[in-house]
């Protein structure tokens, strides 16, 4: 099973940028959907973002479409997330999730392998 570790999270102020990393190891990373999720204190963990194994098609939440992009490195077998115009409702702990698979579904119930979350804070 493919492990993923994310990097990049810290504190910004409103209107901010963050890029934040995930590096994956074990299994044939090309071959997994990955996706970027995350979750407030309190809330249920949420859809950002998803993109297929060629890094050929991406999905979106409507929350996050327009600010934030998601792209692949496969000769690094890493996946990283562009945070743009940042808000303090974007605070939250961010995880990328590896599936299996040829399509960009958004329930975290269908994502296999976690990473252990990397803290994005946004405040003025």
């Known amino acids: 099973q493919v492990q993923l570790v994310e990097f990049g999270g810290g504190l910004v102020q409103p209107g901010g940028s963050l890029r934040l990393s995930c590096a994956a190891s074990?299994?044939?990373?090309?071959?997994?959907?990955m996706g970027w999720f995350r979750q407030a204190p309190g809330k249920e963990r949420e859809f950002v973002a998803a993109?297929?194994?060629?890094?050929?098609?991406?999905l979106y939440a409507n929350s996050t479409k327009g600010r934030f992009t998601i792209s692949r490195d496969n000769a690094k077998n890493s996946v990283y997330l562009q945070t743009n115009s940042l808000k303090p409702e974007d605070t939250a702990v961010y995880y990328c999730?590896?599936?299996?698979?040829?399509?960009?579904?958004?329930?975290?119930?269908?994502?296999?392998?976690w990473g252990q979350g990397t803290q994005v804070t946004v405040s003025s």
């Open positions: 999730a590896a599936r299996r698979g040829v399509i960009t579904y958004s329930a975290p119930t269908l994502y296999n392998a």
């Open positions: 074990g299994g044939t990373f090309s071959s997994y959907v």
């Open positions: 993109i297929t194994g060629s890094g050929g098609s991406t």
